[in-house]
């Protein structure tokens, strides 16, 4: 699995162990490959362009990644700490868990990422990079750093009895289909509401007042 160091904790967020030397000029080259991908788009990820912002040789990338698609699997696995990371910073509120609101804080926060991040957004939840499938294991970390924390919110509101019907899964994934539709639309440009942020509060708010006792 071409991720970077980090790691998954218990609570399903991301965790930053010491990095050793290789793992170390991993994260540059990813740095590297992070910031051209934000200037030039996907279409301009070339590996002579990497390795130069990384000040090293293309052969950095084959040393260290296997070649572009390892690099690729690697810039996919960064995409979502990113995202993870801006979804936990959102649960950094006095609003206790079991309190709906924590769920549309995580809406919210996945909307700001795609607004900020749209290079991202679209190796992460499209076909940005011509040829490129995560691998098993990257796919399955992106799912767990991200969804696995909308799950364990709406699994508090269940605990709590602020939501009802349906397991945790089934209600996280209702609510990640809604705000990853709002968020496809808006960085699409076809999110024509006239009143955006009206629009983005309804929309997210819907599948939760669904479920309210």
């Known amino acids: 699995?071409?991720?970077?160091?980090?790691?998954?904790?218990?609570?399903?967020?991301?965790?930053?162990p010491a990095l050793d030397e290789t793992d170390?000029?991993?994260?540059?080259?990813?740095?590297?490959?992070?910031?051209?991908?934000?200037?030039?788009?996907?279409?301009?990820?070339?590996l002579r362009r990497i390795a130069a912002d990384a000040g090293a040789s293309t052969q950095i990338v084959y040393t260290l990644f296997g070649?572009?698609?390892?690099?690729a699997d690697a810039l996919y696995g960064e995409g979502?700490?990113?995202?993870?990371?801006?979804?936990?910073?959102?649960?950094?509120t006095p609003v206790?868990?079991?309190?709906?609101?924590?769920?549309?804080?995580?809406?919210r926060a996945y909307l700001a990422f795609a607004a900020a991040e749209p290079a991202f957004f679209a190796v992460m939840f499209g076909r940005a990079i011509a040829g490129f499938t995560p691998t098993r294991d990257t796919r399955a970390y992106g799912r767990s750093c991200t969804f696995g924390i909308v799950v364990q919110e709406v699994q508090h509101c269940l605990d709590a009895g602020t939501l009802t019907g349906g397991t945790a899964e089934d209600l996280a994934r209702i609510c990640w289909a809604t705000?990853?539709?709002?968020?496809?639309?808006?960085?699409?440009?076809?999110?024509?509401?006239?009143d955006r942020d009206a629009f983005v509060e309804h929309a997210l708010a819907t599948p939760l007042v669904a479920h309210r006792p």
Request: hydrophobic fraction near 40%; aromatic fraction near 2%; charge should be negative.
């Open 1 to 16: 699995m071409t991720l970077l160091s980090s790691d998954l904790g218990q609570d399903g967020q991301v965790s930053s």
């Open 24 to 46: 170390l000029r991993r994260q540059q080259v990813v740095e590297a490959a992070a910031r051209v991908l934000a200037e030039d788009g996907p279409h301009g990820l070339s």
């Open 67 to 71: 070649g572009k698609p390892g690099l």
């Open 80 to 92: 979502f700490r990113r995202l993870s990371a801006s979804m936990s910073a959102a649960l950094e």
């Open 96 to 107: 206790p868990p079991g309190d709906p609101e924590r769920v549309m804080a995580l809406g």
């Open 179 to 194: 705000g990853h539709g709002v968020a496809a639309l808006e960085t699409a440009g076809m999110l024509h509401a006239e």
